[in-house]
């Protein structure tokens, strides 16, 4: 997969990021909990490109807009995440897979993740 400056991704251990520099050897992200990483191209096999509309880029540009937003407007955040999903927006999921995008860390409001201490939302 090709990633250009300004990417949203998610990586399964570093979470939400924004590529920052790409070259011939490694891709310079900036995480939204971890900072900066240099990440070997090699590396980039665990990158998950996400849609620039979806909810996850929302959330790294402005974390008080997309808690706002799930708060206020539960079905728009649904149909994001499926974005997030399926970036060629054919907005079919599976149960399991809606499940899982609803239970995540960043979504747990006033209850605790299985994963962390402290809750996004």
């Avoid at 079905?75 to 499940?99: M, N, Q, V, W, Y």
Wanted: hydrophobic share 35%; with cysteine; aromatic share 10%.
């Amino acid at each position: 997969m090709d990633f250009v400056q300004g990417d949203d991704i998610e990586h399964w251990e570093n979470g939400i990021g924004k590529i920052l520099k790409v070259n011939q050897s490694s891709i310079v992200v900036t995480f939204l909990n971890r900072g900066e990483i240099e990440v070997p191209i090699e590396g980039t096999k665990y990158f998950k490109k996400l849609s620039a509309e979806g909810l996850w880029a929302r959330f790294f540009e402005n974390q008080d807009d997309a808690r706002k937003l799930v708060k206020e407007y539960p079905a728009e955040t649904i149909e994001l995440l499926i974005r997030d999903l399926d970036p060629t927006h054919g907005k079919k999921i599976e149960r399991s897979k809606l499940k899982t995008l609803l239970t995540t860390e960043y979504l747990c409001a006033d209850r605790e993740h299985p994963s962390r201490k402290t809750n996004a939302f």
